[in-house]
């Protein structure tokens, strides 16, 4: 069974940075796509960032573009967002998502394990 487990999450400040951790473990292919959601009080969970199996493509939403980095240790078997910049609106769970296939895509649909959420609150 795939586990997956964010970490990383606090308040911080407007400008600060935080990188968020999601650590993979169960019944996964290192292969398979992954991404970070998204979901700020009284919103629909939105796509953030995504990254492909073999970590060369990447795609990210377009408020966070320049400001966000998603990585991927193969080692660890551990996702990351690096989050620089923050600002009052980043504030949410955000959630990282495992798919079966090993492409980088931005509907949550496709995603079919998820992680429980880490909140990050920025203040202005």
């Known amino acids: 069974q795939v586990r997956l487990v964010e970490s990383g999450g606090g308040l911080v400040q407007a400008g600060d940075s935080l990188r968020l951790s999601c650590a993979v473990s169960?019944?996964?292919?290192?292969?398979?796509?992954m991404a970070w959601f998204r979901q700020a009080p009284g919103k629909e969970r939105e796509f953030v960032a995504c990254?492909?199996?073999?970590?060369?493509?990447?795609g990210y939403t377009d408020s966070v573009k320049g400001r966000f980095t998603i990585s991927r240790d193969y080692t660890r078997s551990t996702l990351y967002l690096q989050m620089n910049s923050l600002k009052p609106d980043d504030t949410a769970i955000y959630y990282c998502?495992?798919?079966?296939?090993?492409?980088?895509?931005?509907?949550?649909?496709?995603?079919?394990?998820w992680g429980q959420g880490t909140q990050v609150t920025v203040s202005s």
């Open positions: 998502a495992a798919q079966r296939a090993s492409a980088c895509l931005a509907s949550e649909w496709v995603y079919n394990s």
């Open positions: 169960g019944l996964i292919n290192s292969g398979d796509g």
């Open positions: 990254i492909s199996g073999t970590g060369r493509n990447t």
